[in-house]
């Protein structure tokens, strides 16, 4: 006979500005499953070489064209300075102007308070976009800073 499992919680208090990012990456076409490969080398790198202020980060299966990973980032600041740095910038760039058959979203949830997402060729509704209304990310809504904010 099993014992009773053990119960343990976390102390988050050394982590006040703590950002927890849910990414995913869907691939729709042939193209797309090219571009998944591709992109898992930069992931490889980042796992590897951990930018300032990502304190874990962990892969996630949602199915067969689905993945994506859960990040947690000391703070906003972090992510932001990642986000704008090489190779993330450049990928962005190039998603934005071709997806190559395939969808991204990310989702990014503040301790100190703010959520906010983004979701680009993705097929279907998926996450906050599955019951909240769309907006587009323009103008005072461009940026996951300024969408925090709202």
């Avoid at 704008?84 to 071709?98: A, G, L, Y």
């Avoid at 907006?135 to 300024?146: A, K, Q, V």
């Amino acid at each position: 006979m099993q014992g009773k499992p053990s119960k343990v919680s976390v102390d988050l208090s050394a982590y006040p500005d703590l950002v927890v990012v849910y990414l995913g990456f869907r691939v729709s076409t042939w193209r797309g499953l090219i571009a998944m490969l591709g992109i898992g080398k930069g992931l490889a790198m980042i796992r590897r070489d951990k930018p300032d202020g990502l304190l874990a980060d962990e892969p996630i299966i949602y199915s067969l064209r689905h993945v994506g990973m859960r990040q947690y980032w000391r703070d906003f600041d972090s992510l932001e300075t990642f986000t704008r740095s090489e190779p993330h910038k450049t990928w962005w760039v190039q998603f934005s102007k071709d997806p190559k058959g395939s969808g991204f979203w990310h989702e990014a949830y503040r301790k100190s308070g703010g959520m906010e997402a983004i979701y680009i060729g993705m097929p279907t509704p998926i996450g906050f976009a599955s019951f909240a209304a769309a907006r587009r990310p323009e103008g005072p809504f461009l940026s996951s800073r300024d969408r925090l904010a709202a």
